[in-house]
């Protein structure tokens, strides 16, 4: 018993340890939002701030259109996650509980598009968004990430702990293969569209160098391009970066809040089989 | 519950994106219709007349990218666009760091800027997609220095509207306490290494508290200006073979080397930035280009600190004082639509003969004017680095766009020899090599030769 409590301290003791490892940079770029710069670069930094200021957050709208881009950031963002939870559910059902031959061509296909880097693809995409006229346009920020194979994927995995049964019993009582998929699929797997969702959130939320190539127009740029407005060309404005990204941040962390459970319940279920 | 959140969410996405995501840009065009404004002509040999119709007076839009000074420009292009109320000039700031990925990118697709600013270290990557500007050279020539050497047959694509360059800058509250005054301004780098002791302190178990000089993680920068200090040139002769394995450059190096370790003035392991260092006042002196000067105001406001030129090896004239690199006017979109074109090269007329415009470029980055009717400006004599720039303007060589590997390698070198103790001439030999390796496909062709008292220089290695 009592080798088992040390154990249970020890194991404590490292999650601690790891959570703190974790957070340390986060807290230490949220305090240093309210420093100034000589303060940040100081040889002998400080973690809380010595000389408190707001100066950073009230030189983010100033400075540059940052509730603008905070907009379209949202916008797209949202898009892009709503579009890829049901793209990907969508596709694995289909991959999962259809019976058509080919499907584990097609499901091949899909992975392919996992293991190809993704820097790759991105002069043949400009091209192609060039061709059609899609240039400065959401649609070419939009379009190309509506189908997520990471996302197909997930919820191919996730749908196997599905019971045929279930669907087959739907089926019998005359649901159409569109009802089973929006009236038992959508809800019986809310877990792991949380955890898509959650993925994908964070990955368009902070995606940065395809938005910057494709849009042109300022007013349309997006939230992880105008960060890096703070790097100039020979120094960076570290407080104003910080106070910018203490603010980007919050609808990741609001996403995560509200998808937590179902998050963890999600990516447990994609990663057991049967 | 999170059904709704979701929902509300969503819809408050939709909404703000609404509410914002309408084009800032749009402005209300008029058409022009009076070619004849009665205003004056700017500019004396490369001139502006705004007494023309532009686009013949029909609505253009067109977009000009910065990656810095956002509003200078645009406060330029607002003043175009009063002279023209159907030009408006849609001012947008990228970030530098992948402005030359998208840039060319889009210049290439014909969906870029139809003006751009432009730095030479990226002359290479863009220059295909560059229109030639539409003023006479002799005119370029009248008005600012330093056009020769980016003439390409018989035309120019951009010049330098300022020079940039190295200086001391030094911390005037060390250098009180350290019982220096003005007279104490070092000519010579042996008076240099004399004062940098006097500024350094150590504490009492012997461990540097204040170095008199750091150059840590800025030996690039100070290389090629002591070389061309000895008359060193940096290239062959056959103009684009680098040839920084020589024995100047060894004795350069060692100079630096035994600053720190002979002389104590400072060390490798003080901090691993000068600027960093100089900022938080541990460092009495540093060697830096014109940019830290604004820098040091905007992020150490408290530091008291003052500049002076760069010493020379004896109180005689050197051959040259220093390297500069020039900070380029605009490009013009070769790719751009004819209407947009004509705008660009009017744009670039009014952005030249404009001196007040000019001016506060250079001061911003502290960067001596190319243009001749600045030179003796009351701001500029009077700003601190040009102060330090100006007797020796004459005397400052410029290498040409040379690829930044040169600066990263020379560094790397330095690195190798101080923190790896490897050999100097072996470690010149064999960065030298992979350097002129590395430039192998380049068309890089040095302009080091154009130097005015280029004849005076060591013309081999």
């Known amino acids: 018993m009592k080798k088992q409590k040390l154990v249970s301290f020890l194991i404590h003791l490292c999650l601690i340890f790891m959570v703190m490892m974790t957070i340390a940079p986060f807290v230490w770029m949220l305090l240093s939002s309210f420093k100034t710069n000589a303060e940040i670069n100081a040889i002998?930094?400080?973690?809380?701030?010595?000389?408190?200021?707001?100066?950073?957050?009230?030189k983010v709208q100033t400075q540059f259109h940052f509730m603008r881009y905070f907009a379209n950031s949202l916008f797209v963002t949202v898009l892009i996650t709503v579009l890829v939870g049901y793209t990907s559910t969508l596709g694995g059902f289909v991959l999962e509980k259809g019976r058509f031959r080919g499907r584990k061509l097609v499901f091949g296909l899909v992975l392919g598009t996992m293991m190809i880097p993704w820097f790759v693809t991105?002069?043949?995409?400009?091209?192609?968004?060039?061709?059609?006229?899609?240039?400065?346009?959401?649609?070419?920020?939009?379009?190309?990430?509506?189908?997520?194979?990471?996302?197909?994927?997930?919820?191919?995995?996730?749908?196997?702990?599905?019971?045929?049964?279930?669907?087959?019993?739907?089926?019998?009582?005359?649901?159409?293969?569109?009802?089973?998929l929006h009236r038992i699929v959508f809800p019986m797997s809310r877990n792991a569209i949380a955890s898509i969702v959650i993925f994908q959130f964070l990955w368009s939320w902070e995606d940065y160098l395809w938005p910057f190539l494709v849009m042109n127009s300022e007013g349309k740029q997006v939230l992880a391009v105008g960060l890096r407005l703070f790097n100039g060309r020979y120094s960076t404005d570290y407080g104003g970066l910080f106070a910018a990204t203490a603010i980007s941040i919050i609808p990741v962390v609001l996403i995560y809040i509200i998808f937590q459970k179902q998050f963890i319940d999600g990516l447990s279920s994609s990663s057991v089989k049967g | 519950m999170k059904k709704t959140m979701g929902a509300v969410l969503l819809a408050a996405a939709l909404l703000i994106a609404g509410c914002w995501g309408g084009d800032a840009g749009k402005t209300n065009l008029k058409h022009d219709s009076t070619a004849e404004k009665g205003l004056e002509i700017l500019g004396a040999n490369v001139?502006?007349?705004?007494?023309?119709?532009?686009?013949?007076?029909?609505?253009?839009?067109?977009?000009?990218?910065?990656?810095?000074?956002?509003?200078?420009?645009?406060?330029?292009a607002d003043s175009f666009s009063e002279i023209y109320p159907n030009v408006s000039i849609k001012v947008v700031s990228q970030p530098w760091q992948d402005y030359w990925t998208k840039l060319p990118l889009a210049l290439q697709?014909?969906?870029?800027?139809?003006?751009?600013?432009?730095?030479?270290?990226?002359?290479?990557?863009?220059?295909?997609?560059?229109?030639?500007?539409?003023?006479?050279?002799?005119?370029?020539?009248?008005?600012?220095?330093?056009?020769?050497?980016?003439?390409?047959?018989?035309?120019?694509?951009?010049?330098d509207y300022g020079m940039m360059s190295g200086s001391i800058f030094y911390n005037k509250d060390m250098w009180a306490a350290a019982g220096l005054n003005d007279s104490d301004i070092p000519k010579t780098w042996d008076e240099f290494a004399s004062v940098a002791q006097k500024l350094t302190r150590y504490d009492d178990d012997g461990r540097l508290i204040q170095a008199g000089f750091n150059y840590n993680k800025d030996v690039k920068s100070m290389i090629i200006g002591l070389n061309y200090q000895k008359g060193q040139m940096m290239f062959d002769e056959d103009l684009q073979t680098l040839a920084m394995d020589n024995s100047i450059t060894a004795e350069n190096f060692q100079f630096l080397i035994d600053l720190y370790e002979e002389q104590g003035v400072g060390s490798k392991d003080f901090g691993i930035s000068d600027g960093e260092s100089f900022g938080q006042g541990q460092s009495a002196m540093v060697y830096k280009w014109g940019w830290y000067y604004n820098q040091m105001l905007s992020n150490y406001p408290d530091v008291q600190f003052g500049v002076f030129a760069v010493p020379t090896p004896s109180r005689d004239v050197p051959v040259a004082y220093d390297r500069?690199?020039?900070?380029?006017?605009?490009?013009?979109?070769?790719?751009a639509d004819e209407a947009s074109q004509e705008v660009a090269q009017a744009f670039v007329r009014y952005f030249m003969s404009n001196d007040e415009a000019m001016k506060e470029l250079c001061l911003r980055y502290s960067i001596f004017p190319a243009k001749k009717t600045l030179v003796n400006d009351e701001d500029v004599k009077a700003h601190p680095v040009m102060k330090a720039l100006a007797p020796n303007v004459e005397r400052l060589v410029w290498p040409g766009p040379f690829p930044g590997v040169i600066e990263t390698q020379m560094q790397q070198i330095f690195e190798d020899v101080v923190f790896n103790e490897m050999s100097v001439e072996e470690t010149l030999e064999k960065g030298n090599a992979l350097i002129v390796e590395d430039m192998q496909g380049s068309d890089f062709v040095t302009t080091e030769r154009q130097y005015k008292y280029a004849k005076e220089m060591n013309t081999t290695r």
């Open chain 1, 44 to 58: 002998h930094p400080t973690l809380w701030p010595q000389n408190f200021t707001f100066d950073n957050y009230l």
């Open chain 2, 47 to 76: 001139q502006f007349d705004p007494n023309v119709l532009m686009n013949n007076g029909e609505p253009i839009e067109v977009e000009f990218w910065v990656w810095d000074a956002e509003e200078i420009f645009r406060g330029i």
């Open chain 2, 109 to 159: 697709n014909g969906t870029g800027p139809a003006m751009f600013c432009i730095h030479n270290s990226q002359h290479e990557n863009l220059v295909n997609y560059l229109q030639p500007y539409d003023i006479a050279l002799e005119d370029l020539k009248a008005d600012f220095s330093g056009v020769e050497g980016h003439v390409i047959d018989g035309q120019v694509y951009y010049i």
């Open chain 2, 324 to 335: 500069y690199n020039g900070e380029s006017t605009l490009g013009i979109s070769g790719t």
């Open chain 1, 122 to 180: 991105i002069i043949p995409k400009y091209s192609l968004m060039l061709k059609i006229g899609w240039i400065d346009m959401y649609s070419a920020l939009v379009i190309p990430a509506a189908v997520s194979g990471f996302g197909i994927f997930m919820m191919k995995q996730s749908l196997t702990s599905l019971p045929d049964a279930m669907l087959q019993a739907a089926r019998i009582d005359g649901a159409s293969e569109w009802y089973v």
